[in-house]
């Protein structure tokens, strides 16, 4: 299967402090997304890297591809309290599922 | 900005009975999902559902379940006779248009708890 998987499964920094998750998957792939989840939320789609792309930013967010390592990173610069949830990257999309990884929980302290 | 729409935001029923967990996707989004996610565990991909059909479905989405477009707004997923372990929270999502990289966008779930 296309299976993202994230690390850490939890990480815990203060606010201000930049936060890097993981994310490898095994198969190839179209492109990869990161969805955030607060607690008792639905998924909240973040970001979408295509596979011929090795870098994508988005305000905070800072997400790199490698397809050779078939791996990903979030980066998140300056986190902020509210930026405590969890994280998912979710291989697939398009006119396939979406596949996730069993996400990194992210507490960030203030 | 439009929303999926996930009611109830809790159920509870007892095993055995017929549920129905209701979806208002965004309302010019073509396709539509069901995932679930047991508490702790993954999301998991339940069933696609494009044109007024079935697109695909995973092994999780036995003759148990099954979904239904009744109407130009709702989109339904019903578990008959449920089981302890169907107990978990569901999310419906919706996207724009086939192919390309168009996200799907997530309702809040139904937590569904079977007793």
């Known amino acids: 299967s296309q299976q993202g998987e994230e690390d850490p499964q939890a990480l815990s920094i203060q606010e201000g402090e930049n936060a890097t998750m993981n994310c490898s998957y095994k198969?190839?792939?179209?492109?990869l997304q990161w969805y955030r989840q607060n607690s008792g939320r639905g998924l909240v789609h973040l970001i979408l890297?295509?596979?011929?792309?090795r870098e994508k930013h988005s305000g905070r967010l800072r997400v790199t591809l490698d397809t050779s390592k078939k791996s990903s990173s979030l980066l998140i610069t300056a986190s902020r309290a509210a930026d405590t949830a969890s994280y998912f990257c979710?291989?697939?999309?398009?006119?396939?599922?979406?596949?996730f990884g069993k996400g990194t929980r992210l507490s960030v302290i203030a | 900005e439009p929303e999926v729409t996930q009611t109830p935001s809790h159920q509870v029923t007892q095993m055995g009975q017929e549920v129905i967990l209701r979806c208002v996707p965004i309302?010019?989004?073509?396709?539509f999902y069901w995932y679930r996610q047991i508490l702790g565990q993954k999301v998991e991909f339940l069933v696609s559902?494009?044109?007024?059909?079935?697109?695909?479905k995973s092994e999780i989405f036995d003759d148990q379940f099954s979904v239904e477009r009744p109407d130009g707004s709702n989109f339904t997923l019903k578990i008959r006779s449920t089981k302890l372990e169907d107990s978990a929270m569901y999310f419906c999502?919706?996207?724009?248009?086939?192919?390309?990289?168009?996200?799907?966008?997530f309702g809040d779930g139904t937590r569904l708890s079977i007793l």
């Open positions: 999502a919706s996207r724009v248009q086939q192919g390309g990289n168009q996200p799907q966008h």
């Open positions: 198969t190839s792939i179209n492109n």
């Open positions: 890297i295509r596979s011929n792309e």
């Open positions: 979710a291989t697939g999309g398009g006119n396939t599922p979406l596949v």
């Open positions: 309302s010019n989004h073509l396709y």
């Open positions: 559902f494009y044109n007024n059909e079935i697109s695909e």
